[in-house]
């Protein structure tokens, strides 16, 4: 039986805080650096997990996952959602999921139909925002970006409006560079190890890496909503 360390996911007493305002719609991005106090044995630990490409976990991400909760003792979810609170007085209550500890491969066949951007929000569900933790301590390249349909404008969905009912070119080759005339990138959330990001689950986004730089070496990321 191999057993986590008690303190493999402590966070950093000296993380440093901040937010933006993204977009025409103001959305608030949360963006903490230096979360956890050992990142490097938790990037480590993402080595070793048994991952899955079975769609009932991976939920359509063009990831490799692992499911598995956070200890009970970590507040990231709390103090992420008091950061919120600021913004979204009207969401008052805090709704917690496990966490995802996702892998990404440039040319795997599980990207597909996986490309278009999309919201994290699913129907019948209860979270409102979502996070990303960067894991690569290596390997630095793209992030999380941000996008606006041309057309209608915009930034947020349900996840079965129009936005999703009109195609999206996919480049095979580089497939989160979209067609300008479809979708515009407003904001590029730069991957940086042991950095969150979190933002309202409704916003339109994707990954972002040119389609080569992650054939050999995966990007590696703990997901969650709340």
């Known amino acids: 039986m191999k057993l986590l360390r008690s303190d493999l996911f402590d966070l950093n007493p000296l993380r440093k805080i901040h937010s933006e305002r993204i977009g025409n719609g103001g959305h608030h991005l949360v963006i903490i650096d230096d979360l956890f106090q050992h990142p490097r044995d938790i990037s480590q ?38 950061l919120h609170y600021k913004a979204y007085p009207e969401i008052n209550r805090l709704s917690e999921e496990r966490c995802s500890f996702d892998q990404y491969f440039d040319g795997s066949p599980l990207i597909g139909t996986n490309c278009p951007p999309h919201v994290d929000n699913e129907k019948n569900s209860t979270p409102y925002y979502a996070l990303v933790i960067y894991m690569n301590e290596d390997h630095l390249h793209g992030g999380t970006q941000f996008l606006r349909h041309a057309d209608l404008n915009m930034e947020t969905s349900t996840g079965t409006d129009e936005a999703f009912n009109r195609p999206t070119t996919i480049r095979k080759a580089t497939p989160w560079d979209y067609e300008p005339s479809e979708w515009c990138l407003y904001y590029l959330a730069q991957m940086k190890f042991n950095r969150l990001i979190s933002y309202r689950n409704n916003l339109l986004h994707s990954l972002y890496t040119n389609g080569s730089f992650y054939r050999n070496h995966p990007r590696k990321t703990i997901v969650s909503n709340f």
């Open 45 to 82: 630990l993402m080595d070793e997990l048994p991952y899955t490409d079975h769609p009932s976990v991976r939920k359509e991400a063009p990831t490799y996952r692992c499911v598995m909760n956070f200890p009970n003792r970590l507040n990231i979810y709390q103090e992420v959602f008091q």
